[in-house]
């Protein structure tokens, strides 16, 4: 462990010791229970943690809270895909719901999708969803976001390959 790492997570050790709990009370105004709470915040201090070299943060508190609500939204939003992904099932299978275990084995790998395509680029990610969520053409999608149409293919390609890798996890 080189200088540089010890005193980065000496430094995020002291924020850690003085904004841990503050963060908790700033959390339990948009969650409901403390251990989504404590996930949040554990959350929010791991991710400053995996950043390289965190230099001396001037406004500690308001970074804390952008990635904390970041990462509140993400948890909003998978939950809420989840939950619309469950109601698909439900209406087009009909009197034939999925088992418990199907389900659980659906929504884990909709998680792992999730969690894949959120660690693609940006442009990765945008092609793929415009062309999947949207049915947009690849020209369409070039145009809307500037590419060549040949990046777009590349980028959806990309795309498939992770989701193919999440499917075979």
Not at 24 to 33: G, Q, T, V
Not at 45 to 54: E, G, K, T
Request: hydrophobic share 35%; proline share 4%; charged share 30%.
């Amino acid at each position: 462990m080189s200088g540089a790492d010890v005193s980065h997570r000496q430094y995020l050790s002291e924020l850690f010791q003085l904004h841990y709990v503050w963060l908790c009370d700033r959390l339990r105004r948009h969650l409901d229970s403390r251990e989504c709470v404590e996930d949040i915040a554990s959350e929010t201090f791991l991710q400053l943690l995996a950043s390289p070299n965190v230099v001396p943060i001037r406004q500690p508190r308001a970074l804390l809270t952008t990635i904390a609500k970041r990462l509140i939204y993400e948890r909003w939003r998978r939950r809420d895909l989840e939950r619309h992904y469950v109601d698909t099932l439900t209406r087009e299978e009909g009197d034939h719901a999925p088992s418990p275990e199907s389900l659980t084995a659906a929504l884990q790998l909709l998680d792992r999708l999730d969690r894949r395509l959120n660690r693609l680029p940006a442009k990765v990610k945008t092609s793929f969803v415009l062309s999947r969520g949207s049915g947009m053409t690849y020209p369409e999608i070039s145009q809307r976001l500037g590419i060549s149409a040949r990046s777009v293919s590349d980028y959806i390609d990309k795309a498939e390959t992770c989701c193919l890798r999440a499917c075979l996890e």
